[in-house]
């Protein structure tokens, strides 16, 4: 199995509920710093697992929808708790629906799957992993 | 798949038995950078895999029962090697039984499994990876 | 000239004013990891520059003060945009204020200067440095 | 699962052939520090995955028959694009090779597979993972 | 003093002329992970060292000469070793140029001095330090 | 001025005598992962601060005088509380006296001075500089 990853970060403000949260219940914010990995099984012709430009373009893309924003005025997370996990998955997710788009071009819907890992600070981080 | 990782350390001596080791054989010592992962297939009522805050504290204790100390001299490890790789599976399954005791909360009970990592350097580290 | 350095970190939101800011002047958040370092021109008598404990028990109580925070409601921070920079000093200068007050010891009156860096992202950080 | 990674690098030139590799078509080059990691079930009779000092030697034995050179010259990558994701399977199988001719000791035999990453950059890596 | 670090990277192959450098003599290649710190005494009317923005794209800039390019064709370099701290220098010195051009905006005008940092993989690196 | 740093590693145990160090009064180890920073401020002849290689293969020599062993019955190290900052003025000053030597080559005796950083762990470590 093959994987190419890149790596780029958003910087968001939020808050959670529910007690579990402690002082995080306040609003503050993060730097995520965002690992998105693409998998194959085997290369494509030119021997890569993604054109890594349009990755690298593409996870820029997902993250402009969400960085320098505070994401309890984001709809997309009405009545969500947006931990580091959760947003893990929405940036898979949406990754994913853009290379069944073709996005990507068209060698990546030959991916077999995506995992995005975002690291909240120097001493923890949440992974998502998916199939496409 | 979701996971959460925290990222704690641990300051030990020790020495092992076997020529394989050459001059690690003699009473030495190493810092561990200890990652603790929490992996489930869905998350919680509150979308987390595990309250972070609970799983910091439970590894700090875990590593609190090795910190400081000469390995050599517990009986924990009595006529036992302790690699980087032996001391990730201890602080795994200590971890899996804090699990198991409630300790990090009743809807860790969920958790599908841990992986511990011990980086001794920044050019090299060991991992365990067990279901819970 | 030695140094001893800690690391720790906040999470907090905030708004920047003015055009040279962009969407940064949306209400978004960051991860500061904070690197605190003291510098003195010789050891004291424990051969060291500064309780390393107590230095990172007073970074920790200075962040303590701005973390899991909206610094656009900090009355500290009124009128004052909260860049990277300005926080590292504002931190430095908490510092120096917790030193003189023998919160880090008698012995780290000796102490010649504090450096503090946050670093906002794998990309980016920001520095002060000042003389105790 | 028990794993052993250690870290070394390489410096290389080498282009790219197709379209989608931009600029990149040009003759330029590439630190890789790479990652090798060896997996197995259970640990050997010393309490290891595999003797770490031979790991990094063949490690390093790999990556020297590749380091200081223009892989465009390389008999072996003849009419290959030498993307980091088919550089991480070529150190992979040559480790591969390696285990099953002994150099590894005969107790890594027992080994499951391995993981070869190589980071291009902060912001890049490939993997290459496979069965022994 | 306050500074404030911009990191980017660049990819390139070169060789060196002499015995010193032993099998580096080779065409070989290296990437080039490159922070740009720029110094200045007190922040500017808006609170910042520089205009992180500008200071980021200005960076790609200069490196954007480089990359994905053989330096031994670069008449910039004729008759040079384009070592790590060579290469250093000329990054900064090309910094210095853009910001005495007004590229970094007119309060960069008040900057002290850059130092511009290199590395060369996770264990070697160099830095340039000067006034501007 | 110019800068070079190679990067390496030494795994030691050792005690502290001293109230202040609580627990590690006890006998436990570390993992020092250590910088070593040549300053000049014009390069050499071949364009480089010092030659890299050789810089290495002296730290490793300095490092490799402490390496696996417990420091506490190091006779250079009686009556002496080996924290961070001592050792790494104890690296430094070994490093200098090479230099001095004439065992980083002629060239070397152009160096400026020395810094020597010792990581002790992701969240703590000390530094030394020093004129030549």
């Known amino acids: 199995m093959f994987s190419v990853t890149v790596r780029d970060h958003m910087m968001i403000a939020h808050s959670f509920r529910g007690e579990v949260f402690g002082?995080?219940?306040?609003?503050?914010?993060?730097?995520?710093?965002?690992?998105?990995t693409f998998r194959r099984e085997a290369l494509d012709a030119d021997n890569v697992v993604v054109d890594i430009g349009r990755a690298a373009e593409q996870l820029g893309a997902?993250?402009?929808?969400?960085?320098?924003?505070?994401?309890?005025?984001?709809?997309?997370?009405r009545d969500t708790n947006t931990t580091t996990e959760a947003l893990a998955q929405a940036v898979a997710d949406r990754l994913a629906a853009r290379v069944h788009a073709g996005d990507l071009g068209e060698a990546a819907r030959g991916l077999a799957g995506i995992t995005v890992t975002l690291r909240e600070s120097h001493v923890a981080w949440a992974s998502y992993e998916r199939d496409l």
């Open 62 to 77: 997902v993250l402009g929808e969400l960085n320098y924003r505070n994401l309890d005025d984001d709809p997309a997370f």
């Open 23 to 36: 002082p995080a219940q306040r609003l503050h914010g993060a730097t995520f710093v965002v690992d998105a």
